[in-house]
């Protein structure tokens, strides 16, 4: 009733609406998760360029004091360098963001800044914040890829520069572009003897066994409280290598006890920025080590750090609390907490089971993007060891991590167990309006007489019909739309259960699209019929973070700079 209200007042005011519609905004076509059709909405004509800023977290980034203040030391050390060389300080600045970087360079005795910034918006901010701190003179912003400037007397640069400052680094590190960016500059804007900031990097890994991470890449068979197992996970999904795709998050958050160490966090790939080696877009490395533990080894951890300056005085890391530098001379509170550049995990194709001091050796590859790692007891290594794992199966392309273990929570799904063994009897025909629910094959082996599922992703609803298949359940009709259900008997249903879980949701609240659902089938049941869930609260708490506020914090002021014109695009945006 809520939602046909409200799309009653929508349609009611909407030809009052159109007349305060500015000529700058924009109709677009957007998804609504509470209805699971598109609507038409009124956006500014930047919308998706403010939606970037707003949910980039570039606050964050700029609260980091550590990473500010090592780039400032870095740069200090460059400056001095090239003028005790008898040169010129000629900084190229690469994706500016707000200038701080270039303004920074100013400060430390620049002869000449150059930045440029292709995100368009950021480039305007940039240039205002200049403004406002009195630099506009002082450095010329290029609202281009660094990859389209052009040296010359009618190019971008009049000439090369000889000091290069950027941050073109994720997670991943090399996952925004790093390495083409950083060749490209070498080969066409940087002169031979040039210092780049940051000179160099080092990603580390650190083999593991950890079942709480396991569980968001792998899904469990299902068992009752006997013991006995009713659903079994098709071999398929068992043996897929999974998927390649990085899985950030912030380790230092997981619990210590949640993991065992299987290696010692180990250097395995280093990227030199300075262009004193060639750049190496594909490549892989093998380091052999020692297991510290029995166990099984399922992934690793992963995470990377920056040497800043040409005499590797300045050290940025990124690794969790237990592998910090910083840890055994502070606090673990005092270690810089990052949202924009967190460690990760990346699984092995197949988990391997060592014992104490066995020798295994780490496979690390990377391309010009991307990373990935394996793991093998033997040095008789097939090609198949060193390839990007691809997921086979569809359940890693369908779900995201955190649905997966979601899936495999078991006392969620006990809940359902108990609901299920409540409710369900060889009179059951019981409609299912989730997506992905393969828990929800546990009522046929209840003896419930008909099973329909309304699974309207086609990649969750392959994963769903493999379950099918694999556990020979033949009481079982899967619709693909809203509108297969108004062609399908109904007329026997006498439950309608929902997680409520939908591939379209964004928001939690989004599940709600149950409700909507539930309310277009009424008239196609009887009307003795059972809902679960049967209510939904939507609780509320207010917090106090520690850090993730930053990501949508005004800042004031950055390092001495002033950055108003930034605060009022976050603010307005977020």
Known sequence: MFIKHLNLVL??????????????????QKLNPLTGTNDWVIQNEDYDYHQEVARSAFADMLHDTERNQLYERAL??????????GKPANVLDIGTGTGLLSMMAVRNGADKVIACEAFLPMSRCAKKILDLNGL???????????????????????EKCNILVTEVFDTELIGEGALSTFAHAHQHLLENDCIVIPDN??????????PLAQNWNNLKDIYND??????QVPDIIKNCPGSAAVHDIQLSQLPYTSFNTITAPTAVLRFDWSGKTPFVFERSTIQTLKSLRDGKAQMVFMWWELQMDIHAQNILSCAPYWAHPNSKSSLTREIPWRDHWMQAIYYFPQEV???TNQEVHLISCHDEYSLWFNLSTSLKLSDKAYINPVCECGLHAAFSRTRI?????????????????????ENSTILFLSEGFYFGLVASKLGAKQLYFLDTNLLSRRVLQQFIKHNNIQNVIVLETVDDLKKADLQDVNIIFGEPYFTSSILPWDNLLFLYLNDSIKQLVTGNVKIFPQKCIVKAVAVKFDHLHKIREPLGECEGFLM??????ISVRA
């Open 11 to 28: 349609t009611k005011h909407y030809r009052g609406f159109m007349k305060s519609v500015s000529p700058m905004n924009i109709f677009i």
């Open 76 to 85: 200090k050390i460059a400056i001095e360098t090239m003028h005790s060389r």
């Open 136 to 158: 506009q003179d002082r450095v010329k912003i290029i609202p281009k890829r660094s990859t389209d400037l052009r040296v010359g007397v009618d190019g971008d640069l009049n």
């Open 201 to 210: 990097a080092t990603i580390y890994a650190q083999v593991v066994e950890c």
């Open 226 to 231: 006997d013991l006995e197992q009713i659903i």
């Open 353 to 355: 089971s060592v014992k």
């Open 405 to 425: 273990g979601q899936l495999n929570n078991v006392k969620r799904n006990k809940n359902y167990m108990k609901i299920f063994e409540e409710h369900i009897d």
């Open 564 to 569: 108003g014109d930034f605060d009022q695009l």
